[in-house]
């Protein structure tokens, strides 16, 4: 049985699809107090499989409530597919008492199921940190498929340790050269230079790849040199589309001619499903 989360029904709709299995149809509540309840029907059968992106703090709290709710529905053996973890990126603590926020979710969500999936954590090693079994899924390949024909395609990280996520796009779309960007800051005036590192760009078709857009600022600047060096066109293509407050404008206004992503966070440009390689973790 697959169990949506309210932010990621299209995502588990697709992942029902391919896998065959059924859908359960949770629902979602909010109490005048402001506290939420998701909610299961029973279900035949007693496995199920929850698919919940926890890209906000509301989500957080339903994920560990649809667990709940699965095994009081007659769940025995529980599966929780992370499309997209937040806080992710908080994987150390920052200074003295201050929590390791990455580690103290994934010691809640272990305590409601057997297994996780996620699918390209902003740091791998956040898997480390749950009591349960983790499959880390790439699904980096899927955001060839919806790219444009492209003359003669350079594929860019935003930085060297990237790259393994572009050179996943280049060799899902076939063709194509790969590179990341390099920043170097000004001694005297602090200022940081954002270059390629190698590839010139000059008239050809850019496709910028980054596991997530977040605020877009990032990308933004790497999409400004870009133009500055006189790239034909510019793509911008990421797993997480979180695209916060005003990513998409700053996007455009840098140039960018279109935005792909995947549906781990599921938004205007989520024009790709992460639901056949979730699909082969799932077997």
């Known amino acids: ?162 790259a393994a996520i572009a050179t996943t796009v280049r060799d899902a779309y076939g063709a194509g050269e790969t590179d990341y960007f390099e920043k170097r800051r000004d001694r005297d005036t602090g200022a940081v230079e954002v270059s390629p590192s190698d590839a010139p760009v000059a008239d050809r078709d850019v496709v910028v790849v980054d596991d997530i857009i977040a605020t877009g600022s990032t990308m933004s600047e790497s999409v400004g040199v870009l133009n500055e060096r006189g790239a034909a066109r510019v793509v911008a293509a990421c797993v997480h589309p979180m695209l916060a407050a005003n990513a998409v404008t700053k996007l455009r206004a840098a140039g960018v001619d279109r935005i792909v992503g995947s549906d781990t966070i599921e938004r205007g440009c989520s024009v790709v499903s992460a639901a056949p390689v979730l699909a082969d973790a799932l077997e």
């Open 1 to 162: 049985m697959i169990v949506p989360g309210s932010s990621s029904q299209l995502l588990a709709a697709a992942l029902a699809e391919e896998t065959g299995r059924p859908s359960a149809t949770p629902t979602y509540d909010r109490f005048p107090d402001g506290e939420t309840l998701a909610a299961v029907p029973r279900f035949e059968g007693n496995e199920a499989t929850i698919v919940a992106a926890t890209d906000s703090d509301a989500a957080w709290v339903e994920l560990l409530q649809l667990q709940d709710a699965v095994r009081e529905a007659g769940a025995t053996d529980v599966t929780t597919v992370v499309p997209y973890m937040g806080y992710a990126r908080q994987d150390e603590s920052f200074g003295d008492g201050e929590p390791v926020s990455a580690r103290a979710m994934a010691r809640a969500v272990s305590t409601g199921t057997d297994r996780v999936v996620l699918v390209n954590p902003h740091e791998r090693g956040v898997a480390d940190f749950y009591d349960v079994p983790v499959e880390v899924v790439d699904a980096a390949s899927v955001l060839a498929d919806p790219l444009p024909a492209l003359d003669d395609p350079l594929f860019l990280a935003p930085d060297e340790g990237a």
